[in-house]
């Protein structure tokens, strides 16, 4: 059974960092490209990073570029979200993904429980 | 960057009705489409891909049909359990914009 479980959210303030941890198990982690996407409270789903099966191709968001990155340790089964220079609009619930292919970054299939991120003074 | 449009924003139907949701891409996707359904307090989850193929598990009153920029979500006999907000996403390059969702409620 495939298994994503998200750690690391909690309450920062504004500018300050975080990093999200998503472990993975249950399928070959080293042959699927990963996804981060996030929810603010009461809102719909935004699409926020990518990474290749071998992290040699990565993707964020406009609204994260430059302040979130997207890494992976495929020796340990983790995807990373580095996040940094955090706003107040960056609240909400992220999930980390697993594609629903072997051989190209497509969609997310199967999804994690999530981990809140709260930016406030 | 191609914008995906849903409509409506929300609909109320009873049991038994057929539901339809429409997805709009502002340019040409091919059958690059997914649709995710996410139920009150609940993650979501894949029902459909390439527009049209049915997720597995996924229960068969539910179809998806449309390629190049219009595609739709059918639920022929709504269900209780289908109350929900329905996602399109499109996946042929990034950025894999989301709908900004329908929310499905009983009547």
């Known amino acids: 059974e495939v298994q994503l479980v998200e750690s690391g959210g909690g309450l920062v303030q504004p500018g300050g960092s975080l990093r999200l941890s998503c472990a993975a198990s249950g399928f070959t982690f080293s042959t699927y490209a990963m996804h981060w996407v996030r929810q603010a409270p009461g809102k719909g789903l935004e699409y926020v990073a990518a990474i290749n099966n071998n992290a040699g191709s990565t993707y964020h968001a406009d609204s994260v570029r430059g302040r979130f990155a997207i890494s992976r340790d495929n020796s340990k089964n983790l995807l990373f979200l580095q996040m940094g220079s955090l706003r107040a609009e960056d609240t909400a619930v992220y999930y980390c993904g697993r594609d629903l292919s072997h051989t190209t970054v497509t969609t997310v299939e199967c999804w994690g429980q999530g981990t809140l991120v709260t930016v406030s003074a | 960057d191609i914008q995906m449009t849903q409509s409506p924003s929300s609909l109320s139907a009873s049991i038994g009705d057929r539901v339809s949701i429409t997805c709009r891409a502002s340019?040409?996707?091919?059958?690059?489409l997914a649709w995710f359904q996410q139920k009150p307090g609940q993650v979501p989850k894949l029902l459909i891909y390439g527009a049209s193929i049915l997720q597995s598990g996924v229960p068969s009153r539910f179809s998806g049909s449309g390629s190049g920029t219009d595609f739709t979500l059918t639920i022929t006999s709504l269900q209780p359990e289908d109350v929900a907000t329905y996602y399109c996403q499109k996946y042929d390059t990034v950025p894999r914009t989301f709908g900004q969702g329908t929310r499905v409620e009983l009547k």
């Open positions: 340019q040409a996707i091919s059958r690059y």
